[in-house]
């Protein structure tokens, strides 16, 4: 398993505002995850956060919207930007230590308003 | 695209009821894992299924993998006010990503 945390853990900013969320891994993971889960919903991926490279971004997410920097194995960010109320939601990073199960760290409960 | 349905959407028990909950996959999974989410809390990893037929069990909570690798179940005997919270199954399309269930809240009747 792993340790991580993310900073912070929750936060009210205003429409049009953007939010820098980090996640700190306590060892060095291949795989680090964003998601967006909005209360009482599932998880949704945001992207894939690759090492020395660009993020992969599923359907409906872009790069614009959610630039996303993954400098080394063990750290990663997430910006919210440009943000409106439909981006209230709790953002979560997971990393991938084994074949696939993920741990997660505790997210950041962003509020716009 | 790969899909995961998960039902039901709520359970509402006395405690000491048992709870069921399932997972059926659009495609062959190559594994499924479940996930627990306490109110407030993010997702904790419970386990891994990956052989057609398993069945794995931690204390109260049983896991099942369908021979054909398209569902899965959790069942809970006899459940504790420690077990509220929301169930997630969770399958891997390919690679390190996950297909997410939409979960199954436990609630415990007072």
């Known amino acids: 398993s792993a340790v991580i945390s993310q900073k912070p853990s929750r936060d009210i900013c205003q429409r049009g505002t953007s939010l820098t969320i980090q996640c700190q891994v306590d060892?060095?993971?291949?795989?680090m995850f964003w998601y967006r889960q909005q209360p009482g919903q599932s998880l949704t991926l945001i992207a894939t956060?690759?090492?020395?490279?660009?993020?992969?971004?599923e359907s409906g997410f872009v790069i614009d919207k959610f630039p996303i920097s993954r400098p080394n194995l063990t750290f990663s960010t997430l910006t919210v930007s440009n943000m409106s109320p439909e981006d209230s939601s709790i953002y979560l990073c997971?990393?991938?230590?084994?074949?696939?199960?993920?741990?997660f760290g505790p997210g950041t409960r962003l509020t716009v308003t | 695209g790969q899909q995961v349905m998960q039902i039901p959407q709520y359970q509402h028990v006395q405690e000491g009821e048992d709870f069921t909950t399932y997972c059926n996959s659009s495609?062959?999974?190559?594994?499924i894992q479940w996930y627990k989410q306490r109110p407030g809390g993010h997702p904790v990893f419970l386990i891994q299924?990956?052989?057609s037929g398993e069945v794995k069990k931690q204390k109260r909570l049983t896991f099942q993998f369908g021979e054909a690798k398209k569902n899965s179940s959790l069942h809970i005997t006899a459940t504790q006010t420690t077990d509220v919270g929301t169930y997630f199954c969770?399958?891997?399309?390919?690679?390190?990503?996950?297909?997410w269930g939409a979960g199954t809240k436990l609630i415990i009747k007072p």
């Open positions: 969770a399958g891997p399309p390919g690679g390190y990503q996950l297909i």
């Open positions: 495609t062959t999974l190559s594994n």
């Open positions: 299924l990956v052989k």
């Open positions: 060892s060095q993971v291949t795989m």
């Open positions: 956060a690759n090492q020395g490279s660009e993020a992969t971004y």
């Open positions: 997971s990393v991938a230590t084994g074949p696939n199960e993920q741990y």
